[in-house]
């Protein structure tokens, strides 16, 4: 009987870790799926697969359908796409229009030529070191975990002061503050004391050091129901005041790889419009959100 007990535990043990293999883990409660599988998420059905180098853009093929016939689902301009890894800075892109600086003549940018499907390629980059890419992740900077929003305020010259961890379990500070007018001039801080120098529009790009200790946020991406994004607003919809805007974009997902023990995110992001709300009077915002993941093996 002892016997056999050892044999039935050494084969449970041995599914177990089959099982394990063969589902990907998801990190801080994403929803995870091998590459070239589907997930249901945010609305779709959504595919990602053939992930491949082309220079220094990574491509991945998409096709999604609605979860629902008629139910509600994401607008296919507010997805984002990004890559997941030990990279060293985050990098996304538009799933509309994020293929606007590849130099492939061969792909087709991911389109939506019905209400009711995405399809094309998704172009990221620049990425060069291509060994750190381990997947990549869709999210919408739009849909919002209730009961999670943490605002702040952010100014040029300054940018915002750090924020207290356990306002959401993350520490989240600027690193750097440059201000623009919309024809690419740049501001310096003694603008400050000009009363004309704040008329018209402009951007301010924000560096952003996101940090805190991965097992919290691996508990508090569980009990949210999703990781967080960071948000900064004002902002305008690509193409806007400058490329660097449409480049950094003004929502970033809070996804380090799972392997690492320190959430350490560096960022950039973009306030645009009227210069006085998007460079005095900016707001920097961290909300839960619901994300998908495909990773490779």
Known sequence: MRALIAIMAAIVMVASACSGDDAPAAPYSTQSAAMGQSLSILGWNISVANLRFDGDQVLVDVDGSPSQKDGPHAKPEDLRFGLYGALAHPVEANAIGGCKDATSLALQPLSAPAADRITGTVCLGPQRDQSQVRGVYVYSPRERLPGTAAAYPAAF????????????????????????RADGAQLDPSAIGDPTAFSGNGYMLLGLEIAGLAARYRDDSARRGGPMMVLAAPTLPAPGLSHACDVYGASVLVLPD?????????????????????LLYATVSMVGTHAGLWTTK
């Open 157 to 180: 010259p300054v940018g915002m002061m750090p924020t207290n961890e356990n306002d959401t379990g993350l520490v989240l500070k600027t690193s750097s503050v440059d201000a623009f």
């Open 258 to 278: 799972a392997s690492r023990d320190a959430v350490q995110v560096r960022a950039s992001l973009c306030t645009q419009g009227d210069m006085n709300a998007a």
